[in-house]
């Protein structure tokens, strides 16, 4: 299992995920927010860690670290749209229990 952070698709990110079985990826913002006032806060969006799942080839992706002022329909909104890029997305939360044996580990 794996979890990070990042703010832009680079090789390091793609070597740190390749393959792996569960990605946990921090999803702030929407992508067009990312270009306001919110520019360069060291967030990432659920575009971004959708592409970092498929790129990477690993098996599940789970959106973390969600932006607060989101209602949960809004969270959910945003997994939809995630799984357009990468289809095994889930969304994270405190109560997430990962079983690996459903995923093929």
């Excluded at 832009?8 to 702030?28: K, V, Y």
């Excluded at 969006?45 to 080839?57: F, I, L, Q, Y």
Aim: charged fraction near 25%; glycine fraction near 8%.
């Amino acid at each position: 299992m794996l979890s990070f952070a990042a703010s832009r698709l680079d090789g390091d990110i793609m070597g740190f995920a390749r393959g792996a079985t569960i990605l946990i990826h921090e999803a702030q913002y929407h992508p067009d927010e990312k270009s306001g006032e919110k520019a360069g806060w060291g967030h990432s969006s659920w575009e971004e860690a959708a592409r970092v799942a498929e790129r990477a080839g690993v098996k599940r992706l789970y959106l973390s670290h969600h932006d607060p002022v989101r209602t949960d329909a809004e969270v959910y909104k945003i997994v939809s749209l995630a799984r357009t890029v990468f289809q095994n997305t889930e969304i994270a939360t405190e109560t997430t229990v990962c079983d690996l044996a459903s995923i093929g580990e």
